[in-house]
């Protein structure tokens, strides 16, 4: 029974200090949660309901929206039950949907930020052609790759790990995690090492390379221009955009670098931080930015407000 069980599920390793300030935990989670879930569907019900924001950055800001309840969604349910919980342990199958959906929503965060950047370089380098290049059928098009390529990607990448004969079952996390998993491998992982390299390149380091392209040229033609209110205007409708990139991009960054250390190198508290910051920062800071930095969103925003209230 004991190797039935051993076999079958994961046990999380980071839950068994925590004591009674899990409790203390289970409340702030909560509260983020109802939080990030509230703030993003605000945002995608105000996008929806305002046809004057069928645009193709308003309709990005929406999909930036609903990955962020999408990769909640994949932490917070089993998160706050680990904590209400005295028993920590996860099965394998619902320990791989748990990396699909986590690994495939950090992929979307990228592909996304790379569509905005791409969409904001044509409308302020581009702006006589911006209509002609930025068509429905066009958005409908770039939106689908954002969607079907990393999803594609990340389940191979989650099919060469569910291969692999494992030497334990113990995950020094707060949820599954590829590489956590990849480690307790008993044999050799240079597959699955060399793939994961090919899907962080293509579905992050690539797409970042993008966007700092698209920005330097912004950055070029502002400073062509002599119009003070041109530079004015691409720096509103830029700088929302610069903020959610540079958060999430740091957050990756810690989530990739210190993901490479082994279990007991560096600080419970600090292993805690970093592997759920990219979690929750920019789905709670992203409806926010927007929220607050484009007056149509925050209009209608204000106006649906308005009109719950008197109802």
Same mark, same amino acid.
């Given at each position: 029974?004991?190797?039935?069980t051993l076999s079958s599920y ?25 939080s990030i879930v509230f703030f993003?569907?605000?945002? =995608? %019900?105000? /996008? *929806? ?9 308003? #309709?990005?800001?929406?999909? $930036?929206? @609903? ?34 959906i986590i690994y495939t929503y ?32 066009? =958005? %409908?098009? /770039? *939106? ?9 990607? #990340?389940?191979?990448?989650? $099919?060469? @790990? ?150």
């Amino acid at each position: 029974m004991e190797n039935e069980t051993l076999s079958s599920y994961f046990y999380f390793t980071l839950f068994n200090s925590q004591g009674l300030t899990r409790y203390v935990f289970f409340s702030l989670g909560l509260v983020l949660y109802v939080s990030i879930v509230f703030f993003n569907t605000f945002i =995608i %019900a105000a /996008i *929806i309901l305002d046809t004057s924001l069928h645009k193709p950055m308003y #309709i990005l800001i929406s999909c $930036l929206s @609903a990955n962020a309840l999408y990769g909640s969604f994949g932490l917070f349910p089993r998160l706050l039950l680990d904590l209400h919980s005295d028993i920590h342990t996860i099965s394998h199958s619902a320990c791989f949907i748990q990396i699909f959906i986590i690994y495939t929503y950090a992929s979307y965060e990228f592909t996304l930020l790379t569509a905005m950047a791409y969409d904001r370089y044509i409308a302020i380098c581009q702006p006589l052609q911006y209509h002609s290049i930025m068509t429905v059928k066009w =958005i %409908a098009l /770039i *939106i689908a790759g954002v969607w079907i390529y990393p999803m594609f990607t #990340i389940g191979v990448g989650i $099919l060469l @790990a569910v291969r692999l004969p494992l030497c334990g079952n113990k995950i020094v996390k707060l949820y599954c995690m590829n590489w956590a998993i990849v480690r307790l491998s008993c044999v050799s992982t240079t597959v699955n090492n060399l793939y994961g390299f090919f899907v962080a390149a293509t579905t992050i380091f690539m797409p970042f390379a993008f966007i700092l392209y698209t920005y330097v040229q912004i950055l070029i033609i502002c400073q062509r221009s002599s119009s003070a209110l041109y530079k004015q205007k691409a720096l509103h409708t830029c700088l929302p955009h610069i903020v959610s990139f540079a958060n999430y991009s740091i957050a990756m960054f810690c989530e990739i670098t210190f993901s490479r250390y082994n279990p007991g190198e560096l600080p419970e508290i600090v292993v805690i931080i970093l592997s759920l910051e990219f979690l929750i920062i920019p789905p709670l800071l992203n409806p926010m930015v927007y929220g607050l930095s484009f007056p149509e969103i925050r209009r209608k925003m204000s106006r649906v407000a308005c009109e719950r209230t008197q109802a």
